[in-house]
């Protein structure tokens, strides 16, 4: 999985590069807790624009990152989500949970 990131204030973007699914979750979880434990951040935007598909692994890795930050006072805003994948969150009813914004200055904006 390839994963990059940057910062705007006190905000983490990290951009997804490939799908997200059983044999890679462990690497984005992982990504974001650095990040957390290194950078002393706990608001995060995950830009899903290259991604594709999320398997039920992704989904289960991104409520749990959720649930992480909103632990120590964090948040974290989904941001170019594809048709496919805003279809999945609608089934799931995963969109009650998520911010879902269309691109990253909007996100950006919802922060306070």
Same mark, same amino acid.
């Given at each position: 999985?390839?994963?990059?990131?940057?910062? &705007?204030?006190?905000?983490?973007?990290?951009?997804?590069?490939?799908? @997200? &699914?059983?044999? &890679?979750?462990?690497?984005?979880?992982?990504?974001?807790?650095?990040? @957390?434990?290194?950078?002393?951040?706990?608001?995060?935007?995950?830009?899903?624009?290259?991604?594709?598909? @999320?398997?039920?692994?992704?989904?289960?890795?991104?409520?749990?990152?959720?649930?992480?930050?909103?632990?120590?006072?964090?948040?974290?805003?989904?941001?170019? @989500?594809?048709?496919?994948?805003?279809?999945?969150?609608?089934?799931?009813?995963?969109?009650?949970?998520?911010?879902?914004?269309?691109? &990253?200055?909007?996100?950006?904006?919802?922060?306070?």
């Amino acid at each position: 999985m390839v994963l990059t990131s940057s910062k &705007n204030g006190n905000v983490v973007i990290v951009d997804v590069h490939d799908d @997200i &699914n059983f044999e &890679n979750t462990r690497e984005l979880k992982t990504y974001v807790q650095q990040m @957390i434990d290194q950078e002393h951040s706990v608001n995060f935007i995950i830009n899903l624009k290259l991604v594709n598909f @999320i398997d039920s692994s992704g989904l289960g890795t991104l409520v749990s990152l959720l649930a992480l930050l909103k632990k120590i006072n964090g948040q974290m805003k989904l941001v170019g @989500i594809n048709e496919t994948i805003d279809e999945l969150f609608k089934l799931t009813r995963l969109n009650d949970f998520f911010e879902i914004y269309s691109n &990253n200055q909007d996100a950006l904006d919802s922060f306070s």
